[in-house]
């Protein structure tokens, strides 16, 4: 029992300290360590950080890292060319005042789909979200509502091929691709799109006259048009690394002679585990080209931004690998056993909901989407896979239904993506956190229990 209440102990104070602005890289390893002590093994503590702590963090960077690297890269030469910007732009403008929310939306989807970085996102689409709202005096307060609808939510775990990292993570442990069950991520992500947009219409409509407002920090500048790529130069990139990621996927990894993988040298690897992670590796590689060739002139530095976008991935690297790191430990103790069976009985005859709670419930304490995935699978990913079989339950929707998971509870308010999003924004959590929290967490957990509910109900 002590080391169930060290483990408990060890993830409130991660979410509590992570919270109050604590580095996950340094809390990481001391609080996996306070659990190695609870759980009677502190005998065992630096063996047990050099030869699990460190090994997980390290296997997760090096499987990861170049999805991480070519990701910030491509996102920042599609910000700096100007690219992210007049995409945001013309959707917004070709929908206008009347469909805010719907035009804003759609420039966040659109981008996050095609892999550009949430954070990214956000700042590109934050000025021009100022101006039509501004334009249309509506108030500003549920600008950070409408980014996080497009960016946080459907085209980050639902929709099937989106590019982020929570839609690749599940494929290695189940034997998927990102394409995984398609209806279902369909489905659930459109739902959750316009339930987001009925919300923030709502609110709108309701405190509409209230204006705009006055005295707001961080007003944006606007990039003058003649410093734009056109629309198409823009959009290019995008539909390279979305149109090869499939190809890659679908057509061409599928037809090389991967035989070589099943030898010792390489760890007797079924290209299924590798597939997801190769075929973005290409296509961010193919769409970073495309940027730097088509848009050379609107850069006054490339290998400069480049720079700054291979550093830019460092941070969520490691952030990431680090709570891995303290996942492997937690499920390595003994008293890991118990939680782990008390998560898998919550429902015995349906993984579905227990894999949902788990990853919920980790995204939530850890205060990150990709961090409680990861933390989730690395721990339970092989139980969950073999449950599928057992069950005869399709991996597809484990697959799905991890990723859509890990898009709610994340949303809670020391979020790094929700403090920053606020910060661009100039707002506070008081004026804004209360409809990030409807679009972000209410809704999406919503949708994902219904879905869990009519696959458990008809298939399972």
């Not at 002590?37 to 296997?59: C, D, H, N, P, R």
């Not at 007797?268 to 973005?280: C, E, H, L, R």
């Not at 303290?326 to 579905?352: C, E, H, M, Q, R």
């Not at 961090?371 to 339970?380: D, F, K, M, R, S």
Request: charged share 10%; net charge neutral; with cysteine.
């Amino acid at each position: 029992m002590e080391g169930v209440i060290g483990i408990l102990l060890s993830l409130g104070l991660l979410m509590y300290l992570a919270y109050r602005g604590i580095s996950v890289i340094i809390l990481a390893p001391v609080l996996a360590m306070l659990a190695v002590v609870f759980a009677g093994e502190g005998s065992q503590m630096l063996g047990i950080y050099t030869q699990i702590f460190m090994t997980k963090m390290g296997s997760f960077a090096i499987k990861y890292f170049p999805i991480f690297l070519l990701g910030a890269i491509f996102g920042k030469l599609m910000e700096d060319s100007g690219s992210a910007m007049v995409i945001a732009k013309s959707i917004i403008n070709k929908l206008g005042i009347k469909h805010a929310s719907l035009a804003i939306v759609t420039a966040c989807g659109l981008l996050t789909y095609g892999g550009v970085s949430v954070f990214v996102v956000a700042f590109a689409v934050y000025p021009l979200a100022a101006a039509l709202f501004k334009e249309g005096n509506l108030p500003k307060r549920f600008i950070p509502a409408t980014i996080a609808l497009g960016a946080f939510t459907f085209t980050m775990t639902c929709l099937p091929g989106t590019s982020q990292i929570h839609n690749i993570i599940p494929a290695s442990y189940f034997g998927t691709d990102m394409y995984a069950a398609p209806v279902v991520g369909l489905c659930a992500g459109f739902t959750m799109m316009f339930g987001g947009l009925w919300w923030i219409n709502l609110r709108i409509k309701k405190y509409q006259a209230e204006g705009y407002g006055e005295n707001h920090t961080n007003e944006p500048v606007i990039m003058a048009d003649h410093h734009l790529p056109s629309l198409w130069v823009a959009l290019l990139p995008i539909v390279v690394v979305v149109l090869a990621n499939f190809l890659f996927q679908k057509m061409w990894i599928p037809s090389w002679d991967t035989g070589y993988l099943a030898s010792d040298k390489f760890g007797q690897m079924d290209v299924n585990k590798v597939k997801s992670i190769w075929s973005m590796i290409m296509a961010l590689i193919l769409a970073v080209g495309t940027v730097i060739m088509f848009s050379w002139s609107k850069f006054t530095d490339v290998n400069g931004t480049m720079t700054k976008g291979a550093m830019g991935s460092m941070l969520p690297t490691f952030n990431t690998a680090s709570e891995v790191g303290y996942g492997g430990t937690i499920a390595s103790l003994g008293a890991f056993l118990l939680v782990k069976d008390a998560v898998i009985n919550v429902s015995p005859g349906n993984p579905l909901i227990s894999e949902v709670l788990a990853v919920n419930v980790l995204a939530g304490i850890t205060g990150s989407a990709s961090g409680g995935l990861t933390i989730a699978l690395e721990a339970l990913g092989s139980t969950y896979a073999q449950l599928a079989e057992q069950f005869s339950i399709n991996p597809e929707w484990m697959h799905r239904l991890a990723s859509m998971a890990s898009g709610g509870f994340d949303s809670l308010p020391h979020n790094g993506a929700v403090i920053t999003l606020l910060t661009i924004c100039g707002l506070s959590h008081k004026q804004s956190y209360k409809d990030i929290f409807m679009v972000s967490l209410v809704i999406p957990v919503s949708i994902t229990v219904v879905t869990v509910g009519i696959l458990s109900l008809f298939f399972v």
